[in-house]
Protein backbone atom coordinates (compact mmCIF):
# COMPACT_ATOMS: atom_id res chain seq x y z
CA UNK A 1 0.00 0.00 0.00
CA UNK A 2 1.20 3.06 -1.09
CA UNK A 3 0.94 6.08 1.60
CA UNK A 4 1.66 9.98 0.77
CA UNK A 5 2.72 12.02 3.46
CA UNK A 6 2.36 15.70 3.20
CA UNK A 7 4.26 18.95 5.14
CA UNK A 8 4.30 22.40 4.75
CA UNK A 9 0.48 23.96 4.76
CA UNK A 10 -0.15 26.75 7.02
CA UNK A 11 -1.38 30.48 6.69
CA UNK A 12 -0.07 33.27 5.20
CA UNK A 13 -1.56 36.72 4.32
CA UNK A 14 -2.16 37.45 0.15
CA UNK A 15 0.80 37.91 -2.00
CA UNK A 16 2.84 35.31 0.14
CA UNK A 17 4.53 32.29 -0.67
CA UNK A 18 4.28 28.43 0.70
CA UNK A 19 6.09 25.26 -0.43
CA UNK A 20 3.71 22.03 0.13
CA UNK A 21 6.04 18.48 -0.09
CA UNK A 22 4.51 15.26 0.14
CA UNK A 23 6.99 12.04 0.46
CA UNK A 24 5.68 8.90 -0.75
CA UNK A 25 6.23 5.45 0.94
CA UNK A 26 7.72 3.74 -1.93
CA UNK A 27 10.02 3.85 -4.69
CA UNK A 28 8.02 2.99 -7.06
CA UNK A 29 5.74 6.01 -7.28
CA UNK A 30 8.66 7.23 -9.52
CA UNK A 31 6.91 5.48 -12.13
CA UNK A 32 3.92 7.32 -11.68
CA UNK A 33 2.59 10.91 -12.21
CA UNK A 34 1.78 12.76 -9.22
CA UNK A 35 -0.72 15.19 -8.59
CA UNK A 36 -1.95 18.29 -6.45
CA UNK A 37 -5.70 18.75 -6.06
CA UNK A 38 -7.49 20.91 -3.56
CA UNK A 39 -10.81 21.03 -1.93
CA UNK A 40 -12.29 24.75 -0.44
CA UNK A 41 -15.64 24.56 1.68
CA UNK A 42 -18.30 23.73 -0.02
CA UNK A 43 -16.69 23.02 -2.74
CA UNK A 44 -15.81 19.80 -5.01
CA UNK A 45 -11.51 18.90 -5.35
CA UNK A 46 -10.28 20.02 -8.32
CA UNK A 47 -7.16 19.56 -10.25
CA UNK A 48 -4.16 22.20 -9.36
CA UNK A 49 -1.01 20.55 -10.80
CA UNK A 50 0.66 17.30 -12.14
CA UNK A 51 4.10 16.36 -13.12
CA UNK A 52 5.30 13.40 -15.16
CA UNK A 53 6.86 9.93 -13.96
CA UNK A 54 10.12 11.76 -15.07
CA UNK A 55 9.46 15.35 -14.30
CA UNK A 56 9.79 16.54 -17.80
CA UNK A 57 6.27 17.80 -17.97
CA UNK A 58 3.42 19.85 -15.66
CA UNK A 59 0.39 20.34 -15.81
CA UNK A 60 -1.44 23.57 -14.20
CA UNK A 61 -5.50 24.51 -13.75
CA UNK A 62 -4.98 27.68 -15.34
CA UNK A 63 -5.94 29.41 -11.70
CA UNK A 64 -2.77 28.68 -10.78
CA UNK A 65 -0.38 28.84 -13.92
CA UNK A 66 2.51 31.15 -13.36
CA UNK A 67 2.35 31.43 -9.59
CA UNK A 68 2.33 27.94 -8.98
CA UNK A 69 5.36 25.09 -9.55
CA UNK A 70 5.03 21.97 -9.51
CA UNK A 71 8.50 19.67 -9.36
CA UNK A 72 9.85 16.42 -8.17
CA UNK A 73 12.65 14.69 -6.86
CA UNK A 74 12.66 10.91 -7.23
CA UNK A 75 15.43 10.04 -5.65
CA UNK A 76 13.87 11.61 -2.37
CA UNK A 77 10.46 9.69 -3.67
CA UNK A 78 8.72 13.62 -3.11
CA UNK A 79 6.60 15.92 -5.00
CA UNK A 80 7.14 19.46 -4.11
CA UNK A 81 4.71 22.55 -5.02
CA UNK A 82 5.88 25.71 -4.53
CA UNK A 83 2.72 28.37 -4.25
CA UNK A 84 3.96 32.09 -5.12
CA UNK A 85 1.35 35.30 -4.69
CA UNK A 86 -1.21 33.52 -3.19
CA UNK A 87 -4.47 34.52 -2.90
CA UNK A 88 -7.52 34.03 -0.86
CA UNK A 89 -9.61 32.32 -3.49
CA UNK A 90 -6.38 29.52 -3.45
CA UNK A 91 -7.59 28.72 0.38
CA UNK A 92 -8.13 25.05 0.76
CA UNK A 93 -7.42 21.45 1.49
CA UNK A 94 -4.19 20.53 -0.66
CA UNK A 95 -3.92 16.82 -1.76
CA UNK A 96 -1.10 15.05 -2.98
CA UNK A 97 -1.94 12.33 -5.14
CA UNK A 98 -0.64 9.75 -7.28
CA UNK A 99 -1.52 8.44 -10.83
CA UNK A 100 -2.35 5.31 -12.32
CA UNK A 101 0.22 5.84 -15.38
CA UNK A 102 2.99 7.96 -16.15
CA UNK A 103 1.77 10.98 -17.70
CA UNK A 104 0.62 14.23 -16.12
CA UNK A 105 -2.80 14.09 -15.70
CA UNK A 106 -5.41 16.36 -15.30
CA UNK A 107 -8.25 14.04 -14.20
CA UNK A 108 -8.99 13.01 -10.70
CA UNK A 109 -10.05 9.45 -11.50
CA UNK A 110 -7.17 8.42 -12.92
CA UNK A 111 -5.61 8.96 -9.35
CA UNK A 112 -5.47 6.32 -6.92
CA UNK A 113 -3.46 6.90 -3.58
CA UNK A 114 -3.79 10.33 -1.90
CA UNK A 115 -2.66 11.80 1.35
CA UNK A 116 -4.20 13.09 4.26
CA UNK A 117 -4.79 17.21 3.27
CA UNK A 118 -3.18 19.88 4.06
CA UNK A 119 -4.46 23.23 5.03
CA UNK A 120 -3.60 26.08 3.16
CA UNK A 121 -4.65 29.87 4.12
CA UNK A 122 -4.29 32.96 2.72
CA UNK A 123 -5.76 35.70 4.36
CA UNK A 124 -6.86 38.85 2.62
Known amino acids: QVQLVESGGGLVQAGGSLRLACAASEGTSSNYAMGWFRQAPGKEREFVAATSWGGGYASYADSVKGRFTISRDNAKNTVYLQMNSLKPEDTAVYYC?????????????????WGQGNKVTASS
Open 97 to 113: SRSNGPTASVWIYEYDY
